[in-house]
Structure formats: C-alpha cells, structure tokens
C-alpha cells in the first residue's frame, strides 16, 4: 500500500536521525516510531466531580422521604 504523508518538522527530523544513526529506510523509520507511539500507554483522565454547597441538608439514607421533600420544594 502506498499513501503520501505530510510530517510534521519535529516528526521529520526524528525519522531523519532514526534512518541515518540505525541505517535504515525511510518508511522503516516512520513504521518504528508509530509502533513506539502506539505501545505507550496512555494517562487516564483523572475526573474530578463537580460539587454545590447547598442550602437544604435532607438524609438520602431514606430515598423516598428524600425525594418526597424535594417534590416539595419545587
């Protein structure tokens, strides 16, 4: 299979200094380098929730009064 790629500068001059220190093609080069990308792993996203100071405190340890006091509130 053939496709043209654009590289990027930084991209270029790593597959350029990977083919002439380790004398290999081109192609070689570029296929390494992705490889050695796609092995890394990746850092999740750390999620961080979102929380409200709220006037009203209820006990959720009883859902339906819970929810019955919020009905009210509306």
């Known amino acids: 299979m053939r496709t043209t ?5 930084d991209v270029a001059a790593a597959v350029e200094g990977m083919r002439r220190t380790e004398g290999i093609g081109v192609s070689e ?3 390494r380098l ?3 990308g796609l092995a890394k792993p ?3 996203a750390r999620y961080e929730p979102t ?4 006037s009203q405190r209820i ?3 009883d859902i339906g009064e819970a929810l019955s ?3 009210e509130a509306e």
């Open 5 to 9: 790629v654009t590289l990027a500068a």
């Open 29 to 31: 080069a570029v296929n």
């Open 34 to 36: 992705v490889r050695d």
């Open 42 to 44: 990746t850092a999740a």
């Open 51 to 54: 929380s409200y100071e709220l």
């Open 59 to 61: 006990d959720v340890t």
């Open 69 to 71: 006091l919020l009905d």
